[in-house]
């Protein structure tokens, strides 16, 4: 379902949905998005995550059945388990429209029901008559519009315009009250909400954020920097840090030479004898975006290779089998851990035979 939105920023079909957390917590990294909405649909399953700041600050999961029933406690792993999701990121550019997304999300419905069921001139006058704070929302087909009351009073409404592909703000009621006298024709669905303070107490309240606790990406990510360090361990043992730097700076060099911006911030600290491996997920950016995410392990395969090889070249027999054995124990102790990665285990193999 289409909510209110300002510009559609970006947009990729098939997207593997367990990377959906990966893709919001890269928007906090990024911090070039300001506020707006991360989408992720699935069938008639959709995640949406509102973003404030480039950060994620509420989540909720709707599913619309075949016959129109509507779900709001599904859990986000009906999208993310998915192997093919439309993503979607929708900037929102008017603040007022944002709050009222806020408390759509947050607030439990009150009413859902076809409009031919329910009486909204009656409705609209109990939210005079009681001085209630509500939210009004007609859904078109796949379409949302929204109207808000304050204190029973009109306050302003945002809907579709198909010419335009866009969603409109108004804050006229004369308008208001003429696409009200269209719902006959139309017959959208009717969502109510009541936006209170005793509603929200009353009702069970979750951020629904703990999807991006699960970061793919990170996971990944954080495997291989572990097996970088344990290389760069291995250089500590047969020469002094100055040397390890200059080494470093070499062959930070040649990875800059084929991927500048990905590679710009890497540098090795002689003090804690440690690369500052995670600048790379800021700069992931520069990453095209169908390498970003599942794709994002060719380069961190690159880096292992140049690692293991220069090692390889370095190093005595002995100290070779060591690593390759310290290596190949951390990447089977991370994919027994893991299900989602199986079968890393092989593929990483074949790189470790370079110190064989």
């Not at 009702?203 to 629904?208: H, Q």
Request: aromatic share 14%.
């Amino acid at each position: 379902m289409i909510i209110p939105f300002s510009e559609l920023k970006f947009y990729i079909s098939a997207f593997e949905g367990r990377y959906f957390s990966s893709f919001v917590n890269d928007l906090a990294r990024d911090r070039s998005f300001d506020r707006g909405l991360a989408v992720a649909e699935a069938g008639n399953v959709t995640a949406y995550v509102l973003i404030s700041d480039g950060r994620a600050v509420l989540s909720k999961v709707l599913a619309f059945s075949d016959d129109g029933q509507l779900a709001t406690d599904v859990p986000i792993g009906e999208v993310t388990a998915g192997k093919s999701v439309d993503l979607y990121l929708f900037s929102l550019e008017e603040s007022t429209v944002f709050k009222w997304l806020t408390d759509f999300f947050t607030y439990p419905i009150a009413l859902y029901a076809p409009s031919r069921f329910v009486d909204v001139m009656k409705l609209v006058s109990s939210f005079s008559e009681n001085k209630d704070d509500a939210l009004l929302c007609f859904k078109h087909g796949a379409v949302m519009n929204v109207v808000s009351f304050e204190k029973g009073d009109f306050r302003g409404f945002t809907y579709f315009d198909p010419a335009g592909k866009r969603y409109v703000f108004e804050k006229n009621a004369v308008k208001f009250g003429s696409y009200l006298s269209s719902l006959d024709v139309s017959k959208p669905a009717v969502i109510c909400k009541k936006v209170s303070e005793k509603v929200l107490a009353s009702s069970f309240f979750s951020s629904g954020l703990d999807f991006l606790e699960n970061d793919p990406v990170q996971t990944e990510a954080d495997l291989y920097f572990g097996c970088f360090g344990l290389v760069f361990d291995a250089f500590a043992k047969v020469m002094p840090a100055e040397k390890v730097k200059d080494l470093s700076e070499k062959l930070f060099s040649y990875l800059r030479g084929r991927y500048p911006q990905l590679y710009s911030k890497l540098a090795f600290s002689a003090e804690s004898g440690s690369v500052n491996w995670e600048s790379m997920l800021d700069e992931r950016n520069s990453v095209a975006v169908e390498y970003r995410f599942g794709e994002y392990h060719r380069y961190l395969d690159e880096i292992l290779s140049l690692l293991l090889k220069t090692a390889a070249s370095l190093l005595q027999s002995q100290k070779k089998h060591a690593l390759a054995l310290d290596i190949g124990e951390k990447i089977r102790r991370f994919e027994d851990e893991n299900g989602d990665f199986s079968g890393m285990f092989d593929r990483l193999d074949k790189l470790l035979k370079i110190l064989r």
